[in-house]
Structures are given as structure tokens and as C-alpha cells.
């Protein structure tokens, strides 16, 4: 079996990341800043580090400013219904996934004005067509930093530059590249970012968070959820302070410890070294699947520019049939459809079918791309061209 349904949730993970959440299981089990007792505290220290390992990814200074939650829909949720209000224009761009999307479509339809920049038909974007969309009463700009249909990477750090000029808050959804791209929040400008824990992280499934930055007024950041801390329980009213403002009740400590190991491996592996192998195995993957007749390759066929995430269709071939025969006949495990972005996919000319996506990790190899290739070579072959 070859497992390409990485930008979806990767799999396998480190056994670190396994070791890490039994060990939790079995050994720790408290509440982390709950009780005191000892297993209270092993387990605060326990996401405590998680905390610290993901701001030395994110070059954030203050790991507390890092809160966990279960994903990066959670984390975008979080931004959008918290900082946003009817009247409020916010900027975003046509690459997006439904994380952003259906947020923004609902608050639209409550009255928040929303500006939708297109990108071009291999799904980059111009930075300066983000500059021209932005107003004087523009309250947010939230974008992706790579697209999860066909991996082109956006240019965060010069929209980053552009807000912070304008002083307005920018949230990145850093779902598809956090544990695979560089990530600096300080040097990018970022004020707000999203991240799951179950890609590029290689963390357990239901983990992830946002980082709040400096320049975010908590008190405008509205909480969705209130409840118990562990921290100022004489109040009645949420804690104002970092993390404890937008994480009430039980974390998923299991989960938090899994992911610390997880984005220690990350770190010890090193995010360009990492980088480097995906962005191999993606020139690869590319050049392989353009050579068969009949496969088309969206996005904009440069490793340098996307993650491993690539997507393609096959002439005469339902991308659905296609992932089918892939699983059934070859044991490639793959993403058709929509994955989620009917906007991406309008964008990248391939709405309403989708395309088979294939989303490559740092833990392929070079012969699971040959064999993926070959596979598709050979429902290539069997195909009526359409
Ligand atoms: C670009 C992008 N944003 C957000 C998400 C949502 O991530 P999660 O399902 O972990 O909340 C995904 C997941 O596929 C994604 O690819």
C-alpha cells in the first residue's frame, strides 16, 4: 500500500508521536492545570513544551501566546467569529479552503463585506492585488499559505509587509504548511495563525491552534467558548490572559502530548531539510505524471513553488474512478474530488468535478513515487479518452 492522502491527514506518523500519547495514557493521565497533585503537573509540563516547541517553529517569542485547540478550523473559526461584526469588511483570496470559506459566507450573510482576490489559473497570488482590495475600514485579511488542491504557495511575507503597513490584522491558514515550509510570524508579519496538528506535524488527529501576536487586542478577540481554566476560578468571567482566555474545558492532553513529539521530531529533522526531500519527490512526482499521455497536471508544475501536495486529472476518467481503481487495483491510497475548496477549484478550472489528488509526505520515498506513477500509467492506458 502507498498512503498519498497526506495533505488530508498524514500517515504514518513517527513512532515518537505514538510513544508519546501512550505514555501520556499510561503514565501521566492528569488534568494539566487543574489539581496540583503530581500528575496535574506533569501533564501542564507536558503542554507547556508542546507550547514552547511550536513557538521555536513559528519564531514566536512568548509560547504562551500559543493556544491548543482541536484544529485549524477550530483556530480560523476562533478569528472570524471573534474579531468580525456586520458592517466589518474583511479581504481574502480565491485559493481558500471551505475553513475560511464557509465562515466568511456565513458571516457575510450576517453583514460582514467580504472581498474575494482572484488568483491566477495555477492558483498564485498577486500581492498586489491583495494591496488594491484593502480599505480604509478593511478589519482583517485572512489567507492561506498553500493551497491544498495543488500546493501553490502564497506570498505571505509580502501580503504581510502590506498589512502591517496598514496596520490591519492578518491571519494565516497555515494547515498545509506547518512542519513543511518556513515559518517565521515575526519576520512574515503574521498577527494570527492557524495550524492543525495532524499534516505536515505529523501530530495525532484532533490537535492544532492559533497563535495570537502582539498586535491583536485580546479584548476585540472575543472567546467562542467560556468555561473552566484551572486559572482564576473566583470569577465568574473568562480570563483575559493568554492561553487561558480562548481554551476553556479539558484539553485533549493525549493529543497535545502526541503533537509535542511530533514537532519535536519536525525540529530535529529540520523544516528545509524536510522541505528539500518533499520538494525532490514533488519534481519527481510532477515530471511522471506529465509524461503520460492523457494526464493532465494542475498548478503551476514548479516543486519551487507548491508543497507535495499535486493534483491531476486523467483524460475520460472520473477523478473518483480514477482514486478507485488507484486503491483497488495498485493500493494507492488518494483524495479525489473537491478536497473541500470549490473556490480553488473554480480558480484552477477544474470545478464542479475536481481532480485525484496526490499528497506527498517527508516519510515517501522515491520508489513510492514510481510505483504511484506507474500505477497511474496503467489506468492511464486502460482510459477512454474523453
Ligand atoms: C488549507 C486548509 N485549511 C484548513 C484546513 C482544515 O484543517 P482541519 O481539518 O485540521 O481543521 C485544511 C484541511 O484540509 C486545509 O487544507
Same mark, same amino acid.
Given at each position: 500500500?502507498?498512503?498519498l492522502?497526506?495533505?488530508?491527514t498524514?500517515?504514518?506518523k513517527?513512532?515518537?508521536?505514538?510513544?508519546?500519547?501512550?505514555?501520556?495514557?499510561?503514565?501521566?493521565?492528569?488534568?494539566?492545570?487543574?489539581?496540583?497533585?503530581?500528575?496535574?503537573?506533569?501533564?501542564?509540563?507536558?503542554?507547556?513544551?508542546?507550547?514552547?516547541?511550536?513557538?521555536?517553529?513559528?519564531?514566536?517569542?512568548?509560547?504562551?501566546?500559543?493556544?491548543?485547540?482541536?484544529?485549524?478550523?477550530t483556530?480560523?473559526?476562533?478569528?472570524?467569529y471573534?474579531f468580525?461584526?456586520?458592517?466589518?469588511?474583511?479581504?481574502?483570496?480565491?485559493?481558500?479552503?471551505?475553513?475560511?470559506?464557509?465562515?466568511l459566507?456565513?458571516?457575510?450573510?450576517?453583514?460582514?463585506?467580504?472581498?474575494?482576490?482572484?488568483?491566477?489559473?495555477?492558483g498564485?497570488?498577486?500581492?498586489r492585488?491583495?494591496?488594491?482590495a484593502?480599505?480604509?475600514?478593511?478589519?482583517?485579511?485572512?489567507?492561506?499559505?498553500?493551497?491544498?488542491?495543488?500546493?501553490?504557495?502564497?506570498?505571505?511575507a509580502?501580503?504581510? #509587509? =502590506?498589512?502591517?503597513?496598514r496596520?490591519?490584522?492578518?491571519?494565516?491558514?497555515?494547515? +498545509? @504548511? *506547518?512542519? /513543511?515550509?518556513?515559518?517565521?510570524?515575526?519576520?512574515?508579519?503574521?498577527?494570527?495563525l492557524?495550524?492543525?496538528?495532524?499534516?505536515?506535524l505529523f501530530?495525532?488527529?484532533?490537535?492544532g491552534?492559533?497563535?495570537v501576536?502582539?498586535?491583536?487586542?485580546?479584548a476585540?478577540?472575543?472567546?467562542?467558548?467560556?468555561g473552566?481554566?484551572?486559572?482564576?476560578?473566583?470569577l465568574?468571567e473568562?480570563?483575559?490572559?493568554?492561553?487561558?482566555?480562548?481554551?476553556?474545558g479539558?484539553?485533549?492532553?493525549?493529543?497535545?502530548?502526541?503533537l509535542?513529539?511530533s514537532?519535536?521530531?519536525?525540529l530535529?529533522?529540520?523544516?528545509?531539510?524536510?522541505?528539500?526531500?518533499?520538494?525532490?519527490?514533488?519534481?519527481?512526482?510532477?515530471?511522471?505524471?506529465? #509524461? =503520460?499521455?492523457?494526464?493532465q497536471?494542475?498548478?503551476?508544475?514548479?516543486?519551487?513553488? +507548491? @508543497? *507535495?501536495? /499535486?493534483?491531476?486529472?486523467?483524460?475520460?476518467?472520473?477523478?473518483?474512478?480514477?482514486?478507485?481503481?488507484?486503491?483497488?487495483?495498485?493500493?494507492?491510497?488518494?483524495?479525489p474530488?473537491l478536497q473541500?475548496?470549490?473556490?480553488?477549484?473554480?480558480?484552477?478550472?477544474?470545478?464542479?468535478?475536481?481532480?485525484?489528488r496526490?499528497?506527498?509526505?517527508?516519510?515517501?520515498?522515491?520508489?513510492?513515487?514510481?510505483s504511484?506513477?506507474?500505477?497511474?500509467?496503467?489506468?492511464?492506458?486502460?482510459?477512454?479518452?474523453?
Amino acid at each position: 500500500m502507498i498512503y498519498l492522502d497526506n495533505a488530508a491527514t498524514s500517515w504514518p506518523k513517527p513512532q515518537e508521536v505514538s510513544d508519546a500519547v501512550l505514555h501520556y495514557m499510561r503514565d501521566v493521565g492528569g488534568s494539566p492545570g487543574r489539581s496540583g497533585h503530581r500528575l496535574s503537573i506533569a501533564a501542564a509540563r507536558i503542554v507547556y513544551d508542546t507550547r514552547e516547541l511550536l513557538a521555536s517553529l513559528f519564531n514566536v517569542p512568548d509560547p504562551l501566546s500559543i493556544t491548543l485547540c482541536a484544529n485549524a478550523t477550530t483556530a480560523i473559526n476562533q478569528v472570524l467569529y471573534g474579531f468580525l461584526h456586520p458592517g466589518d469588511h474583511v479581504v481574502t483570496t480565491s485559493m481558500e479552503h471551505n475553513a475560511v470559506m464557509r465562515p466568511l459566507r456565513h458571516l457575510q450573510s450576517l453583514g460582514v463585506e467580504v472581498t474575494v482576490v482572484a488568483c491566477a489559473p495555477d492558483g498564485r497570488l498577486d500581492a498586489r492585488h491583495m494591496e488594491s482590495a484593502i480599505r480604509a475600514d478593511t478589519k482583517l485579511v485572512v489567507m492561506n499559505h498553500a493551497s491544498n488542491v495543488v500546493g501553490t504557495i502564497l506570498p505571505v511575507a509580502e501580503v504581510g #509587509a =502590506i498589512t502591517v503597513h496598514r496596520g490591519i490584522p492578518f491571519l494565516v491558514d497555515a494547515a +498545509q @504548511t *506547518a512542519g /513543511v515550509c518556513a515559518i517565521d510570524c515575526q519576520a512574515m508579519n503574521i498577527d494570527l495563525l492557524a495550524f492543525t496538528g495532524h499534516k505536515a506535524l505529523f501530530g495525532p488527529q484532533g490537535t492544532g491552534g492559533l497563535w495570537v501576536g502582539s498586535r491583536i487586542d485580546t479584548a476585540r478577540l472575543l472567546p467562542l467558548t467560556r468555561g473552566g481554566t484551572g486559572s482564576q476560578s473566583e470569577l465568574e468571567e473568562q480570563p483575559g490572559f493568554l492561553p487561558d482566555r480562548y481554551e476553556s474545558g479539558t484539553s485533549n492532553t493525549p493529543g497535545i502530548a502526541g503533537l509535542g513529539a511530533s514537532v519535536r521530531y519536525v525540529l530535529e529533522h529540520g523544516v528545509p531539510h524536510i522541505r528539500r526531500h518533499e520538494q525532490e519527490l514533488t519534481a519527481q512526482l510532477i515530471q511522471g505524471l506529465k #509524461a =503520460i499521455p492523457g494526464v493532465q497536471v494542475y498548478g503551476t508544475g514548479d516543486a519551487r513553488l +507548491q @508543497t *507535495a501536495t /499535486v493534483s491531476f486529472n486523467l483524460s475520460g476518467m472520473e477523478p473518483s474512478d480514477v482514486a478507485l481503481r488507484l486503491d483497488d487495483d495498485f493500493g494507492v491510497l488518494c483524495r479525489p474530488g473537491l478536497q473541500c475548496a470549490p473556490s480553488a477549484h473554480r480558480t484552477l478550472g477544474t470545478f464542479p468535478h475536481g481532480t485525484v489528488r496526490f499528497g506527498l509526505s517527508y516519510l515517501n520515498s522515491v520508489q513510492d513515487v514510481c510505483s504511484a506513477v506507474e500505477a497511474v500509467a496503467q489506468v492511464a492506458r486502460h482510459a477512454t479518452p474523453g
